[in-house]
């Protein structure tokens, strides 16, 4: 079993920064893919980037691309979630998922076999 713990969510104003960090406890070895996911109120969940843990492959929604950026150290079992240019559209719950298997990246909820608790982003 694998429990992921995030962190880094917080208020921020719009065109600011923030670092999200998501680290992987329990039986990792297998992990292959880290994704991050956001859902804000009365919405779907969206899937925002994801990134392969053998390095070269990276996924990213056309909403996020150019202001955020996926990246993963393998050996402290994290994922980061950088986010720049911030808009009050990105406002929203975001999870981290990790799957043993990677299924590409339409990013559905299925495709990950664990989450995080959510970490709340909120950009005024």
């Known amino acids: 079993h694998v429990q992921l713990v995030e962190s880094g969510g917080g208020s921020v104003l719009a065109g600011g920064s923030l670092k999200l960090s998501c680290t992987a406890f329990?039986?990792?070895?297998?992990?292959?893919?880290w994704g991050w996911f956001r859902q804000a109120p009365g919405k779907e969940r969206e899937g925002v980037a994801g990134i392969y843990m053998g390095g070269g492959s990276t996924y990213y929604a056309d909403s996020v691309k150019g202001r955020f950026t996926i990246s993963r150290d393998k050996a402290k079992n994290t994922a980061y979630l950088q986010m720049n240019s911030l808009k009050p559209e990105d406002t929203a719950m975001y999870y981290c998922a990790s799957a043993q298997v990677c299924r590409g990246w339409l990013m559905l909820s299925s495709d990950f076999d664990y989450w995080g608790q959510g970490t709340q982003v909120t950009v005024s």
């Open positions: 329990g039986d990792t070895h297998g992990t292959t893919c």
